[in-house]
């Protein structure tokens, strides 16, 4: 099984992490759907959603760009419907959009909190439900549909909480998301698993993280890889699982990660928050 002709609606996705998994995905020949806010360069933030509709296109997919900000409803809306009528369905949701700041309680403006949780939870819950009518349908056609969404396991540590009480708060509502909605559209035979990296993944989001240097990294291609083996995995039996992405590469018979290393060579690999 592969995911030629397959139709994906990403969130966010135009650098970093999504935009590795769509062009995976797109190399197999699948349609790709960027729904994001970022249309203009930014200097400190690379990739718009024109850029990321570029490479997917050059990596053999099709590609269409769709300014969306998922936490406004009409928009998300909009979006999947403009992404049907292009394509003729959808078959998978990859809920990648996330809004992150590793604040303190005291150092965490209202707004802030609001911009976390519109995107993280509010978001998530908004794409899925906008995409669920095509996802029906896309099982019905024994298509294989999938959701996969960017989400931590769940652990109630305080550890986890006490640093950053609100980002985990957010991330973890979209874990949520995951455990209910596998079990709410497991009658309709639509997969809906969560992914999440072993270690800390080369990206802009970084930035949130000073001090951590490229030889503790891995790139965003290793997250990509699983994501792709988990969207070709039976929808029917690969629900309701938290994946971490080394071991489904592991399951998968990929022995040696070391490819995946920013530095290559590198033993001194940062753990990623949540494991």
Not at 130 to 140: M, N, R, T
Request: proline share 5%; glycine share 8%.
């Amino acid at each position: 099984m592969n995911l030629s002709g397959k139709t994906i609606f990403i969130s966010g996705g135009s650098r970093g992490i999504g935009l590795a998994i769509v062009k995976r995905a797109a190399a197999d020949g699948a349609n790709v759907a960027i729904a994001a806010k970022t249309v203009e360069p930014n200097p400190k933030l690379p990739g718009t959603i024109y850029s990321a509709a570029a490479e997917i296109e050059q990596a053999g997919g099709k590609a269409l760009a769709i300014v969306c900000d998922i936490r406004d409803e009409q928009q998300v809306l909009n979006a999947v419907r403009q992404t049907a009528e292009a394509f003729g369905g959808i078959d998978i949701l990859i809920n990648n959009a996330s809004a992150i700041s590793l604040t303190s309680t005291e150092a965490t403006p209202i707004k802030r909190f609001d911009l976390m949780f519109g995107v993280d939870v509010r978001g998530t819950f908004l794409c899925t439900q906008a995409c669920l009518p095509y996802l029906k349908k896309s099982a019905e056609r024994n298509r294989n549909a999938h959701i996969l969404t960017l989400a931590p396991p769940l652990n109630m540590d305080a550890r986890w909480f006490a640093p950053h009480v609100v980002y985990t708060m957010a991330k973890y509502g979209m874990s949520m998301c995951v455990l209910g909605h596998a079990a709410e559209f497991r009658p309709y035979g639509i997969a809906v698993n969560a992914l999440w990296p072993r270690t800390v993944i080369q990206t802009a989001a970084l930035q949130m993280l000073p001090g951590i240097k490229p030889e503790h990294c891995r790139t965003p291609e290793i997250v990509a890889d699983a994501a792709y083996q988990i969207l070709v995995s039976d929808s029917a039996t690969t629900t309701g699982n938290f994946f971490i992405d080394d071991e489904v590469l592991k399951q998968a018979g990929v022995t040696d990660l070391s490819k995946y290393s920013v530095v290559a060579g590198s033993r001194e690999l940062l753990p990623d928050l949540f494991l």
